[in-house]
């Protein structure tokens, strides 16, 4: 019977060499989701600086496309009564 007993043996250090490094792997995922959560909650004010300096720079931009269009319209740069026309 002493063989048995051995299996047995074997077959329980097994088990807990399993359980042990699923209890391992376990920890090391919370550790992980714990990390991409204090990276996400640092990450996200410096994405809305970001998108702030993007539409400050964009501010510029379309200020400037809508007096290209409106030179296009008049190119003269003056209305209809500077150039001695009726308004």
């Not at 042990?20 to 550790?31: G, H, P, V």
């Not at 970001?50 to 030179?71: F, K, R, V, W």
Request: charged share 30%; aromatic share 2%.
């Amino acid at each position: 019977m002493a063989p048995s007993n051995d299996v047995s043996a074997q077959e329980h250090t097994s088990a807990v060499d399993s359980a042990a490094d699923l209890s391992k792997a376990w920890t090391e995922l919370l550790k992980g989701e714990k990390t991409a959560e204090a990276l996400e909650k640092s990450l996200t004010p410096l994405e809305k600086k970001i998108d702030d300096l993007l539409a400050s720079l964009e501010e510029p931009e379309q200020l400037a496309d809508a007096g290209a269009a409106s030179e296009q319209t008049n190119p003269e740069g003056g209305s209809s009564e500077d150039q001695g026309g009726k308004p």
